[in-house]
């Protein structure tokens, strides 16, 4: 499909002009003001500016090395910014704390405790009694479908599964902000789909914000509101895509027109047209066919 | 089936019998030595002097003197002497050793101050148990400090680094200076000899609990001491366990010199002493309870360490 068939990306019909007015005008959950990250001479992160309102979902996309781990990490309180501020309900935020919760891509559960433990762990240390705590961790059990696991290890529950108590162990701390950093991106594709419709689902029913870091095109104009697109050397906002595809997304949008518009338009921010041509892909697989064809003659 | 290949194991069966072979050779080769009298064997044992004024019967000589000794009672057609291959006194072959093995147990002690090869075991078992124990009590948490936080790493590892490097037997007779002449300076010595590599061991194990799940359970709101306590400790625990029971066989390193000072005693000073009376059947005897004990005191704690940690994947 060319340019041309597809209606340009700019052009926003009235409706989803409307639809972001409204999420503009919602209250800023997390706000980052100018924000810079060197290490030693190399600039991470050059003057980030993002505004992100309650209940939304931003995806964060970019080539690799454009800091967009090292942005999450400072959101989370894991990293320092060199200069500018992030603001959660415009207080500053200078360390991790819960009311950030982060999934990382890792999984990280603790491979010590079994999956309710796990999922108590942030409530003990939020100062919930133990019985309490274990009332919550069985209702997020429960509502992430591994009630026949909740006293299992990690090392027994397959990736989709770990991920899925990783996300309810940072959910059970009702975060205002969930800070995912490619969290399916060690999943393979039927998991990883699953996994994307198992968090929209949450989502809608959970008054949380998200940022979502990915790689995966599709992930981000399937899952987000508005999508961050860096750049790398230094890593800079390109541009931020408001999505147009109406809510709540479903997999039947992946061929919709404003779909596939929105994937291009991201598709050429990251890969200009130009860089294209110079890849020697094709000689490569031209000369693999050739080798295919000998070994086909021998037998 | 290929028995030797990379990235795979051995199925229940060969490797049972390999386990088993890792013993068996080393004793086939010990018989064979010891039973063949065409293999090595470069002594003689005397069992007719014949006209030899110093050969005395059961006496053992090199080879090369009795075949000097041989020619030179034929050329001068005296009585010749007799005797058969034998090992030196050193080597003594597997049935001696086993039969020693019982013996050592039942010999009453050649003088009244010396112990009976149990009390000699008992003594030594004490020595290092309590010398252990005291530095996995200083040392374990000492290393955990400094592996948790930078600031004790600082304060602690610089000094234990060059003291590691003076050898604990150094401080033999400091030791016996200072805590007299019984089983208190060989605890200090088995203590020394531990405890400084304890604490920077447990420390690197500290420091090797993957960062990822410090920083989660920081996300999740914990705070410096359960940092400590609900994640570091649980986390590192089986490698600490693992960590402490290679420290333990360091220890019985250091148990030879511990018992040689102020009044000697224990499992090593009876080998030493039967050295001396040349009962090698009984040096080896003891070597081998040593032996015994260790592998015996280890396979425990694995056992028991799979029993403790049923989360790990696998638990060696």
Known sequence: MT??????????????????????QRPVTMEVKGLNKQFGDVTALKDINLKIHKREFVCVIGPSGCGKSTLIRILAGLEQASSGQVLLNGEEVTQPGPERGMVFQGYTLFPWLTVKKNIMFGLLESGYDKGT???????????????????????????????????ARALANRPKVLLMDEPFGALDAQTRAKMQAYLLEIWKNIDVTVFFITHDLDEAVYLADRILVLKANPGEVQEIVEVPVPQPRSPDQFMDPEFLATKQHIEELI??????????????????VHVNDDVGSVF | ????????????????????????????????????????HPQVEITQPGSVSYFSEGLLVDREIFEREYAKASDNETALPEGKPANPVYLPAPHEVAVAFVTAFTTEPQRRSEMWLHESLWSSIQVIFWGFVLSSIIGIPLGILAGTYDFFSRLFEPFIEFFRYLPAPAFGALAVAVLGIYQAPKIAIIFIGTFFQQVLVVANTTRKLDPSLLEAAQTLGAKNRSMLFRVVVPGILPDLYRDVRILLGWAWTYLIVAELIGTSSGITWFITQQARYKNFDNVFAAII????????????????????????????
Do not use: C
């Open chain 1, 271 to 288: 890969h200009p047209p130009a860089e294209q041509e110079e890849d020697d892909d094709h000689l490569n697989l031209v000369r693999m």
């Open chain 2, 289 to 316: 309870m040593i032996g015994i004990l260790g592998l015996t005191i280890d396979l425990l704690l694995a056992w028991l360490g799979r029993r403790l940690f049923p989360w790990q994947k696998e638990s060696k």
């Open chain 1, 3 to 24: 340019n041309s068939e597809l209606p340009s990306y700019l052009d926003q019909s009235p409706e989803v002009k409307d639809r972001f007015d409204r999420l503009k």
């Open chain 1, 133 to 167: 705590a274990e009332s919550e961790a069985r209702e997020w059990i429960n509502l992430i479908g591994l009630t026949k696991f909740e006293n299992s290890y990690p090392h027994q529950l397959s990736g989709g599964m770990k991920q899925r108590v990783a996300i």
């Open chain 2, 1 to 40: 089936m290929q028995l030797i290949a990379v990235n795979r194991k051995l199925d229940q069966g060969p490797r049972r019998a390999v386990t088993l072979a890792s013993f068996a050779l080393p004793i086939l080769l010990w018989a064979l030595i010891s039973y063949v009298p065409f293999l090595w």
